[in-house]
T-cell receptor, first 116, second 112 residues
Framework: GAGVSQSPSNKVTEKGKDVELRCDPISGHTALYWYRQSLGQGLEFLIYFQGNSAPDKSGLPSDRFSAERTGGSVSTLTIQRTQQEDSAVYLC??????????????FGPGTRLTVL | GIQVEQSPPDLILQEGANSTLRCNFSDSVNNLQWFHQNPWGQLINLFYIPSGTKQNGRLSATTVATERYSLLYISSSQTTDSGVYFCAVFGDYGGSQGNLIFGKGTKLSVKP
């Protein structure tokens, strides 16, 4: 597509429920990244995919967070047993390649998650 | 890890004024990007500028990698320039890390 797309744009859930957030990167981009933006923490990295593999999961805050990418394209970020501190905007980005190439990253519009 | 500091944290301008935003980083980098986050939360790419100077309309940016800073210049500011400006870097080190490290941003308000 023309840009990175994310769905849903907004998600309200109850504490303890599981949620899935979806990211569709720019066509042809092999690298995909998830970030989180919250009021107290700024923009923080969660996980990086090169193709379907995730060489860097260092930013995932707990084992309740997981992500997968299939077909080298769409990615899903899953948060299990959501907590109120998970409330944030989840941003996805993609670049032509990743890792040491350090290519320019382009961001989607984000998913605003609210955990009640 | 690498630290990214932006200044000033807040900036209020009258429409038509010029401004300079600064980004300092604590180690050598091989990628630096400037973003504008609009009031709807969208991060818009302004510049990909690991070194040198680039210009795009009323905006220009300069990165002096050897001195570990980058500057974003906004000339003849407009109300639509309002929002938060972020600087983000990759560190110049090995490994598989692919993430950008963001500064805390400069919040710009342009008054009519």
């Amino acid at each position: 597509g023309a840009g990175v797309s994310q769905s849903p744009s907004n998600k309200v859930t109850e504490k303890g429920k599981d949620v899935e957030l979806r990211c569709d990167p720019i066509s042809g981009h092999t690298a995909l990244y998830w970030y989180r933006q919250s009021l107290g923490q700024g923009l923080e990295f969660l996980i990086y995919f090169q193709g379907n593999s995730a060489p860097d999961k260092s930013g995932l805050p707990s084992d309740r967070f997981s992500a997968e990418r299939t077909g080298g394209s769409v990615s899903t970020l899953t948060i299990q047993r959501t907590q109120q501190e998970d409330s944030a905007v989840y941003l996805c980005a993609s670049s032509l390649v990743g890792g040491r190439a350090r290519n320019e990253q382009f961001f989607g519009p984000g998913t605003r998650l609210t955990v009640l | 890890g690498i630290q990214v500091e932006q200044s000033p944290p807040d900036l209020i301008l009258q429409e038509g004024a010029n401004s300079t935003l600064r980004c300092n980083f604590s180690d050598s980098v091989n990628n630096l990007q400037w973003f504008h986050q609009n009031p709807w939360g969208q991060l818009i790419n302004l510049f990909y500028i690991p070194s040198g100077t680039k210009q795009n309309g009323r905006l220009s940016a300069t990165t002096v990698a050897t001195e570990r800073y980058s500057l974003l210049y906004i000339s003849s500011s407009q109300t639509t320039d309002s929002g938060v400006y972020f600087c983000a870097v990759f560190g110049d080190y090995g490994g598989s890390q692919g993430n950008l490290i963001f500064g805390k941003g400069t919040k710009l308000s342009v008054k009519p």
